[in-house]
DNA sequence: CGCGATTTGTGCGTGTCTTCACAAGCGCTT
DNA sequence: AAGCGCTTGTGAAGACACGCACAAATCGCG
């Protein structure tokens, strides 16, 4: 992706003095942004619209135009955005010009998943070190890297210049982790245990939880049904009186 | 969890006539809020005070305190909140008060660890079925539920009532699947895919996708080095320059 | 060379979210 | 029974985000 641009030319039409500081709603959407211009690119467009992305990525266009025009103006009235170009300028905002390392912690269920996932390096990133503290586990071979121990981790990840730690291990070692983590100077960490981290000024946390997306759904399913009330689909005994929350709650221990 | 109250009390202090409409970004904190809670419980803790629990919860006090006044005035002044009180105001408005059932679509890499994930049980859901196109995979057994082939998916969604759908298919199939989960009835939507669906009104999508994530975290990481200009860190080659954007991209093909 | 079709970039009104700061309310102690 | 310390609930202000609507800019065509 993205060797435009005839090999010989002058190029650099490129000008990205410094970054801008983009408004935190801005640079969510990027990635998105971006993930569909590739696809753009893919299928052969060279010229795209600020209609037709933002379409493709799922948002209003005076937005997307908006959100743009925050890295400068890169597109042509009457005419649209160079994709490729335009790709550039995200990725290089970004930080995506140089592939990040990542290191991935507790390697289990899920953790197998995510060293398995090659969304990693075709999006920017690289698998640069795996850890467990299962001795088991550890030395075991995934896709080519070897399993550490996790004790090795701040070691490793100051040698390896980590620049990303993605913790899935279970919510217990979570804030033991994300220290070690600290430790080896890693600034950034994208957390799937279901748990607050605390950590120094300066480190970006990202915390994805699974169950807290479901509950989010099942609250606007929980609504939707409260307001087809009276039609009763048929699909849920939909309780709005107050009376019988505990009665319907015959499940027990939520636990850590 | 949640039998407090003494088996034979007249009990039912609760009063929640009717789903408030809540601000959004209240519904989205709420589960995080219940999972601090249910922590608190087990560690013996009955009430909690908003500093407390928005600590635990990891924002800041006011909001929190704005949030639950939203879902009518349920502490106490000079004391805090009734923590089991509480657990069953959120779970209710939440939807949580009835399990809901789950349909898995895609049973690979990721699909497998969240079929085998406890997070799943533990806080309100139940998967009650899994699908797939590879015919390998249909017929496997795990967890106890049988792989079923995806055409069945909308005959079974309907049967079974799910209420809620997870994508883990690849992205080009994610919108088929996507469609034939509208078709079976069900209004939620959970998408691990990188892509956008288009889903009819009334039906509700949420998007997990790690590479954005990450995006956002290398962006971060991008702007602290370009802060930290002078001083160079070590950590990274940090090039503000643009000067050799295309030239670290040997990769190509992120694709559909 | 000029005109019309098209599309960007943005000023501005609107609504939502966040945060501060404090009055009102509660329980405990004296 | 009154006072005191503590904590909630909320009014108001500020910050942020959104989306409309339009002027400015560009291209293609006659
Ligand atoms: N499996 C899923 O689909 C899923 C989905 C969302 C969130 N999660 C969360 O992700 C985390 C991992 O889930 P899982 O299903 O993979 O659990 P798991 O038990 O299968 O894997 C956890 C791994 O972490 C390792 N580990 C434990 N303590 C460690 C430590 N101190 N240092 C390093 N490694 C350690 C364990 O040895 C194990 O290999 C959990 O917090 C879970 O709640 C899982
Ligand atoms: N693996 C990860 O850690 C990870 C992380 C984030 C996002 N994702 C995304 O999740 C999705 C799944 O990832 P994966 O690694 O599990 O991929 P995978 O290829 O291992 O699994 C995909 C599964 O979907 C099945 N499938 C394909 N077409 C289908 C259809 N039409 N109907 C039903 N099932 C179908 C395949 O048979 C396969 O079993 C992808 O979109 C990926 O980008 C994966």
């Known amino acids: 992706m993205s060797q435009h641009r005839p090999p010989g030319a002058p190029e650099r039409p490129v000008a990205v003095p ?6 935190e709603a801005t640079v969510a959407r990027l990635p998105e942004y971006l993930r569909a211009l590739h696809n753009l690119a893919e299928n052969g467009h060279d010229t795209v619209s600020s209609e037709w992305l933002a379409t493709a990525a799922g948002v209003n266009s005076a937005k997307l135009r908006k959100d743009l025009s925050h890295l400068g103006s890169y597109g042509t009235r009457g005419v649209g955005y160079d994709v490729a170009l335009l790709i550039d300028q995200i990725e290089y905002v970004l930080g995506l010009t140089q592939r990040r390392t990542v290191a991935l912690v507790g390697v289990g269920n899920l953790g197998h998943a995510l060293a398995g996932y090659d969304g990693f390096a075709t ?55 994300a220290d070690r983590l600290v430790a080896g100077g890693v600034t950034s960490i994208l957390n799937f245990a279901p748990c ?4 120094p000024d300066g480190v970006d946390v990202r915390k994805v939880d699974l169950a807290v997306e479901l509950q989010i759904l099942s609250f606007h399913e929980h609504r939707k049904a409260s307001l087809t009330a009276l039609p009763a689909v048929g699909e849920a005994p939909l309780t709005p009186l107050p009376g019988n929350l505990a009665a319907t709650d015959p499940q027990e221990a939520i636990g850590t």
């Open 196 to 199: 607050v981290l605390s950590v």
């Open 123 to 177: 999006r920017g990133f690289r698998i640069a070190a795996l850890f467990d503290a299962d001795p088991v586990r550890v030395g075991e071979e995934i896709n080519g890297l070897v399993v550490r121990h996790v004790d090795e981790l701040s070691r490793v990840a100051t040698e390896e210049s980590i620049a990303i730690g993605v913790i899935a291990t279970p919510a217990a070692a979570a804030q033991r982790v």
């Open 18 to 23: 410094a970054l801008p500081d983009l408004p």
